[in-house]
C-alpha cells in the first residue's frame, strides 16, 4: 500500500521566500519539496502531520498553506513534471535519470530524491555543490552528516574521497540515498541509519548541511571529528545564524570561516 502524506500548498512571491520555508519545515519533519511558477509544495508522512507545530513553525506573512492528502506514487509523478536540471556553469550538473545529459560540464549527478530533501535546487544544497568543488577530496576520509537523497556523499565520491561515511535518521533518505548511490556507481559510500555522529572516527572532510539547531548541538563533537587540516562545510543556515554558528565554532578554530551566501542562505567552511 503506498504511504499517504500530507502537502501543503504556499503561495510564495520570491525565491527568498520559497527558501526561508523549507529551512524551517525541513526543521520539522517536512522532507518533501517541489516549485511550481509561484506555488511552493511541501509533504510530510501524515502519521507525523502536527498542525499546532505547522503553525507555530510558519514565518509572519507566510499565510495559511492549502492542506490535502496524497498518495506516495502520486506526489513522485508531480515532482517528476517539475523538476529541471541543476547546473553549476562549467563545473557540474544535478539532473534525473529521465532527463538529457547536460552539455559543457565535465561532471554530472543522477538524483531521483522521491521524498528525500536535497536535489542542488535549494540554496543551500547549490552552495554546499558548489563550496565541494573547490576543497581538496583526494583520497579523503569525508563525513556527510544528514545525507538526504546523499548528493553530497555523491559529490565527494565524484571529487575522489577515498572513503564516504553519509548518516541519516531518515530511513526513507537512507533508502532513496541508496539508490542513488548505485545509480551513480559511488563504491566508496557507507550508508548509515543514524542520528547520532560516530564515537572513534576522525575525517579530512565533515559535511553537515542540515541546520542550525542541529549544528550548534554537535558543534563540539564536529570539531573533535575533524584531523588536523581538515576541512569542515556547514550550511541549512541563514545569514542570520552566522553570528551564533562564529560564536560557537570560533573555541575550535582560530580562524574565521569563508563564508558564501544565497538567497539569504550560507555556507560556512572551516
Known amino acids: 500500500m503506498d504511504k499517504i502524506y500530507i502537502e501543503l500548498a504556499f503561495s510564495v512571491q520570491d525565491p527568498t521566500q520559497a527558501d526561508l520555508l523549507v529551512g524551517l519545515l525541513s526543521g520539522v519533519g517536512y522532507d518533501g519539496f517541489r516549485e511550481e511558477e509561484d506555488t511552493l509544495y511541501a509533504c510530510i508522512n501524515k502519521d507525523s502531520f502536527d498542525h499546532t507545530l505547522l503553525m507555530q513553525t510558519l514565518p509572519e506573512g ?11 506514487e502520486n506526489w513522485n509523478a508531480l515532482w517528476e513534471s517539475s523538476f529541471d536540471p541543476v547546473v553549476i556553469p562549467g563545473r557540474l550538473s544535478v539532473r534525473a535519470e529521465f532527463h538529457e545529459p547536460v552539455a559543457d560540464v565535465p561532471r554530472e549527478i543522477i538524483i531521483t530524491p522521491k521524498m528525500s530533501f536535497g536535489t542542488g535546487h535549494h ?29 553530497l556523499a555523491i559529490l565527494a565520491s565524484q571529487l575522489g574521497a577515498g ?21 551513480n ?19 579530512d572532510v565533515i559535511l553537515a548541511n542540515i541546520n542550525r539547531n542541529v549544528i550548534l548541538a554537535n558543534a563540539e563533537r564536529l570539531s573533535d571529528l575533524l584531523k588536523t587540516n581538515g576541512r569542515l562545510l556547514l550550511s541549512g543556515l541563514l545569514v542570520q545564524d552566522r553570528f551564533d554558528i562564529e560564536s560557537v565554532f570560533s573555541r575550535q578554530f582560530k580562524q574565521a570561516p569563508f563564508c558564501r551566501e544565497k538567497n539569504g542562505w550560507i555556507v560556512l567552511v572551516y
Not at 499565510?63 to 496524497?70: D, N, Q, R, T
Not at 561515511?165 to 537512507?174: C, E, L, Q, R
Not at 556507481?185 to 575525517?203: F, G, K, N, R, V
Open 123 to 151: 540554496a543551500t544544497t547549490s552552495l554546499m555543490l558548489e563550496a565541494m568543488l573547490d576543497v581538496p577530496f583526494h583520497q579523503a576520509n569525508v563525513l556527510d552528516f544528514g545525507t538526504g537523497t546523499g548528493v
Open 185 to 203: 556507481d559511488c563504491a566508496s559510500i557507507e550508508l548509515t541509519l543514524s542520528d547520532q555522529l560516530p564515537a572513534h572516527e576522525t575525517y
Open 62 to 72: 507566510a499565510g495559511v498553506p492549502a492542506i490535502l492528502e496524497i498518495r506516495e
Open 163 to 183: 572513503s564516504v561515511t553519509a548518516i541519516d535518521n531518515d530511513p526513507w533518505s537512507i533508502e532513496n540515498a541508496r539508490e542513488n548511490v548505485e545509480v
